[in-house]
């Protein structure tokens, strides 16, 4: 069981309906895409040709930054706003599918940006999964 788990478990607000593993997975995923994405930013910016990898930058940081908002966010149970995580999660798909789009164009190149394709893409996942379970409705 991981600390996420944990606290989840033992928060006396309760889950309500949500799936305790799926939320717990979302919350690890964003977490780490928040990390990965951070990382391969700064990777880019020790990079020859910088100037390319600008959009890539920029993307890596903006979906850090939706990606850390959405695993805090989803850690709140306490007053659990539906509308609100909901919304959330789908500001999350549309950041971590654009930065995936983008490191994939440079994956090739850069060992970094496929790592952090891959991070997006499980962030994706896991957070169309969250949304499928039924959070928000």
Do not use: K, W, Y
């Amino acid at each position: 069981m991981t600390r996420v788990e944990d606290m989840l478990r033992t928060n006396p607000a309760g889950l309500g309906t949500i799936d305790r593993d799926t939320l717990a997975r979302c919350i690890h995923e964003c977490d780490r895409c928040a990390q990965t994405c951070t990382a391969c930013a700064d990777a880019c910016l020790s990079e020859e040709r910088v100037e390319e990898l600008a959009l890539c930058i920029r993307l890596d940081l903006d979906c850090a930054d939706v990606c850390d908002i959405t695993a805090r966010l989803l850690s709140r149970q306490t007053g659990h706003q539906p509308e609100i995580a909901f919304a959330q999660l789908q500001a999350c798909l549309v950041a971590v599918s654009a930065c995936a789009r983008e490191c994939e164009r440079h994956a090739a190149l850069h060992e970094h940006c496929r790592i952090c394709a891959e991070a997006c893409r499980a962030c994706e996942r896991a957070c169309g999964e969250l949304l499928a379970s039924g959070l928000g409705s």
